[in-house]
């Protein structure tokens, strides 16, 4: 079945970076993309950005463009998003999500890492 | 950027009753148009694609409807496990986006 298992929960100070890992398996890695995701206490979803898993390709939201970077590792089928000089305001639920095959519809979700930004 | 507006912010129903809930888009996203369910401390779960094709294992209940900038999801009637945050999101055109939500709480 597919599985995406995310890293545990990080405490970071502000201007610091992070970086969440998100381990699948039981499927072919390469065959489908990724997609980032965060949620801020109480609030909605954040697109953060997407990763072809078979080129690399990526494309990130506009608002974090410049400090976000997706990537993934084929040789051991995981994703990473690294988030770079953060605020208080990055604190948040960051999930991964496989896509369903169709480019772009998260299906598969991670169970989420808490990243809480303060001093 | 595609800007997504949902209507309701809240919707306030009893169970079995039916819920329509709305999402516009600022331009056209064809029918690139997903729904997805949040329940409290869970991550969110896709219940429709591409505006009509539900997701496999959710329930006949649920249907979406729409193209072009106009969407809808309805619940044609509510069991207590559907009071939930819903959401909508577009793949249509970069950078992909999430419309603010739906509540849907017991009345």
């Known amino acids: 079945q597919v599985q995406l298992v995310q890293s545990g929960g990080e405490l970071k100070t502000p201007g610091a970076s992070v970086r969440v890992s998100c381990k699948t398996s039981g499927y072919t890695f390469t065959t489908y993309s990724l997609t980032w995701v965060r949620q801020a206490p109480g609030q909605g979803l954040e697109w953060i950005g997407w990763?072809?898993?078979?080129?690399?390709?990526?494309n990130y939201a506009q608002t974090l463009q410049g400090r976000v970077t997706i990537s993934a590792d084929t040789s051991t089928s995981t994703a990473y998003m690294e988030l770079r000089y953060l605020r208080s305001d990055d604190t948040a639920m960051y999930y991964c999500a496989r896509d369903l095959g169709g480019g772009g519809v998260a299906a598969f979700w991670g169970q989420g890492t808490l990243v809480t930004v303060s001093s | 950027e595609t800007v997504l507006t949902q209507s309701p912010a809240t919707l306030s129903l009893s169970p079995g009753e039916r819920a329509t809930l709305s999402c516009r888009a600022s331009q056209s996203v064809s029918n690139y148009l997903a729904w997805y369910q949040q329940r409290p401390g869970q991550a969110p779960r896709l219940l429709i694609y591409d505006a009509s094709n539900r997701a496999t294992g959710v329930p006949a209940r649920f249907s979406g409807s729409g193209s072009g900038t106009d969407f809808t999801l309805t619940i044609s009637s509510l069991e207590p496990e559907d009071f939930a945050v819903y959401y909508c999101h577009q793949r249509s055109n970069w950078p992909l986006s999430f419309g603010p939500g739906t509540r849907v709480d017991i009345k």
């Open positions: 990763i072809s898993a078979y080129n690399g390709n990526t």
